[in-house]
């Protein structure tokens, strides 16, 4: 069964920083992007960022220039974020398009996975 792992939230201070990390493990035969959404409590889940398998990265508006998608192996990417803003507290969760198995039983067609989630707060 295919499984996305993250790592890296945590809590602080306004200007700080923090690092993601999601590793995907298990029966997977290619993936064709990884990426991170965030979700507050009472809103929609919001795409953040997202990184292909040939390396394209792109951002929501909010976060360029402070957010970096960045690619470890063929299955583990980092998002590092810079100069946090109280706004970005939120679970962010890592989500991935992954073709492999699926009940045990190979198939080509990709599917989204999704992480449990990681808290990330931004406080004073």
């Known amino acids: 069964q295919v499984q996305l792992e993250e790592s890296g939230g945590g809590s602080v201070q306004p200007g700080g920083s923090l690092r993601l990390s999601c590793a995907a493990s298990?029966?997977?035969?290619?993936?064709?992007?990884m990426g991170w959404y965030r979700q507050v409590p009472g809103k929609e889940r919001e795409w953040v960022a997202t990184?292909?398998?040939?390396?394209?990265t792109d951002y929501v508006g909010s976060v360029k220039g402070r957010f970096t998608i960045s690619r470890v192996n063929d299955k583990t990417v980092h998002m590092q974020m810079n100069s946090l803003k109280a706004e970005d507290t939120a679970v962010y969760y890592c989500n991935a398009k992954i073709s492999g198995a699926r009940n045990g039983i190979w198939s080509n067609d990709a599917y989204d996975y999704w992480g449990q989630g990681t808290q990330v707060i931004v406080s004073s």
């Open positions: 298990g029966m997977i035969s290619s993936i064709k992007h």
């Open positions: 990184i292909t398998s040939d390396g394209t």
